[in-house]
């Protein structure tokens, strides 16, 4: 067994899946017959296949990397050819994509319920945070309709510009689960940014905010975390900014959101990120299936929403 | 003293400087060095600023020639962009288009200078006609007139762009046959030609690129449900439950039960088997005739309660519930390119709501014989004011049973690929005949102290030299290559051109080698055809007891001049014009006496025979006073790593019979070998090991005696 596993090893090393951008690996029974690794909008992306037939993964994992390659000419903020670039650049955008249509739609929706802790166009005063400028709230989430959407026609109000950052990794993580699901895949464990596990076999996730792992299935998890991107050490600035103040708040030192999907759960958790744990009792309790785990600034754990997606609670280590 | 001693063998005393000899050398390389790195740069520097040498612009009159039996007046109006071209349209309507191989595929001759056909391509992808407008071709214009070269290159109107590609240099009835001894440009133009017409046809849509491509031609007609089962018609379904389940407490309530809420059906139409079955002749043949070329035709058919259309494109132009996704690429379909259908002309199909036809643009980069999938999406607004949205692919794969066999692999294989693979035999005896030389030198002292083996191995190598190397297998190499090579160097080295052609390509790769090594005497004195001429009928003049003439060396070495005038002067021409270049390298008789075997003009063949002549008298006259090509790889010469000819003490002094024996004068009256002159025929090597011969053994025999008196 271990001869030929390594075998299967050297056989996918050679094959060099998909241009060399990931690597299959094989392991036990037990454990995924497949892991590929690869990178979507800039955030490492790793997907675990179960199942005994190679080919058909093969086959399954090569369309997923073009659909995070399709999908990142959607939404990178990277890639000057990208939609969401083009719009930026130009202030309107015709005929876009169904995925940038209902991901602005979804997005500006979050803004609606979030009161505004989630904002797509923050771009700004990111822009702003991360050249180091003093904070400044986001004028464009004071506007009234700084984003005018229809499906044949995306157009943005003077000055705005927007960012998918906090949303689409969930919409990509949506996208490959669906993907894999029409290849036959259920019983997997997609991670393009954000974490879903669509299958009903309950896994062991590890939440840092829990400091343990919880066992799930069927759900998506988002984690935003301040220290995984700190624009400014002295200055307390991080990545995760409150759009109305300009701010990043210390409010939580991990905050992981589970949710039906994955762009729900990103989301989420980076509007959570910077609200108040009163905050995000209410607005968790006013949003059906969604729970929260996270870690405050002193450490204790507080645990909102629907207990039963975060698997009871129950601890898995 | 000890018979060692006596043996061991010393460089001419006159020499002293062995110890500034190996500084020398490397001085030498390291200029030799620096000037490569130079030329390399310059010519790098050069290749990016490619001069755009302008093609030359087809007028009226030769736009009719390329497109013969169109009828006058033709407009001809230049289209820049990639790849440039004339549009050639005549009254009738378009014939075509004229493309340029230099503006297309950069066609290099054998020099490295620009070869400039207008190749003809007809709507039809054939070439209608081709035209040799530009060429530095040195072959071509030795020997082999003009027309020719225009009869080749006329020779490819009527060859169909569709048909399976053609080996380069396999015989083949569809291309004209080379032209005999020019097979290196000949091999360049035919390439030049085809690649042009093939990437134009390709860029027109006159021909679908490689890959699968479909069978447009192929009909059966098909019913529906053989349509669906072997996946020529792929289904997207969502049921109301779900749908009702996905988008949750919606305003406006689904209806309880009945149909589908989603049910699609997808074809590309392109195939007739599938596009004329599905619609019936009249709606395929109207569908076909308002599709471009390399455009793809797509049906959806819809049963469900959602439409696929919707009605927001009416506005927007963009239909905002379809989205046909194919690998990285997301497609919006577009009012302009839609076509509405009532009905199909299939009994068994279901009854569908809506038929559309969509028209997927070449541009969009889509490809109809790639799997891809139509994702149809549908969106509620829930009572909480959030937005639901929920979507339902179909993917689609053409079965491979509706491509065509492939017309071309896109790329072509290099030309010189197949220039290699195409004479085995040949290359295999030509390297077994470099190996010989080369492991002749290897194991010099064991052949030179032989002198019968020497001298029969020497006169049968050379007849194979001239018989197979220079009659048979055309090696001759010639100063012109020399030429066209530093041309190469300054305006672009392509290996390809030079791998063309792989007799001459390996002996001149053993010659570079052996340059270094020996010094050029390997090539002149084993290799060379003509050389080997000269020396077989100066061998048997010689037995025929015809009298040597003997130059005296002061005269001997100021002719040696002559030969390196000849090769400057040459050289120095190619700048000015390669054409007149080439005339004056005719004063090497090698392309007389070798390649085209004497068959030529009479003033060529005289001039030869006067050589060989001279030859008679003078050994190998040609080689000592006039060989441009022996002067140009003399100058290198200079660079030799070794010097494993060995000379005595006395050689010079006591003892000058090696200076008569030698094959070309190269020994000077000190008893020096000048490498610029030595062409390593090892016969002074030969003499200074034969007792019977040298002066010194003969002598050092007849003392022995002395030496031991008690005999």
Redesign the interface.
Known sequence: MPQSRRRFIMTAMAAGFAGGIGLLIGTREQQPAFVWRGAALGGEARISLYGPDHDAARAALAEVV??I??LE??FSLHRATSELSRLNRDGAL??P???L??VA??AI?WR??TGGSFDPTIQPVWLAAAAGKPATADICARAGTPVAI????IALAPGCALTFNGIAQGRITDRVT?LLA?HGFIDIVVDAGELRLPGRTRRAVGIPAAKAAVSVAEVAIATSEPKSLVLDPRGFRHHLIDPRTGDSPRHWQSISVFAPTAETADALSTAFAILPHDAVADLAASITDVAVIGADWKGRVRRYGDASMTGRGEAVS | MGAGEARTTARHPALGLVEILPIVHRLLLIAAAALMTTAFSASAATRGAQPAAPPVAPDPALAARLFPGVTAPLSIVRREGTPPLWQVDAPGGPSGVIASTWDVAQSAGYSGQPIDILVGITPGARISGAELRRHNEPILTLGISTADIARYVGGFSGFDLTAPRVEAFADSSHLPPIIAGATVSTGVIRDAILRTARTVAVSEGYIRPAGGVIDRVTFSQRAWSDLVADGSVAHAAMSLDEARRRFGEIDDPLPEAGMPFIEAWIAVLDPPSIGRSLLGHAAFSNIVASVGPGDTSILIAGTGFHSHRGTAYLDSGVFDRLELIQSERTIKLRKADYLRIDKLALDDAPRFKEISVFRIPSSTGFVATAPFRIEISAERTRKDGTIATLRSAATYALPKSYFAAAVSDGEPQPIWVAAWQRKPFTIAAVATMIAWVAGAFFVQEFFVSRPALWLNGRLAFLAVTLVFLGWIAKGQLSVIQVVAFLHALLNGFHWETFLIEPVIFMLWAFLALGLLFWGRGVYCGWLCPFGALQELLNEAAKRLGVRQVEVPFALQERLWAIKYALFVAILGLSFYSMDRAIVLAEAEPFKTAISMSFLREWPFVAFALALLIAGLFIERFYCRYLCPLGAALAIPAKLKLFDWLHRRPQCGRECRFCETQCTVGAIDTLGRINPNECILCLRCQVIMNDEAQCVVLKRRAGRRPELNPSI
Request: charged share 50%.
């Open positions: 073009a659909e390659e399709r000419q959607v015709d005929a994509s169904r995925d249509v209902e739609t979804a929706g609606e319920r229809t499906p044949s026609r669906e029409r």
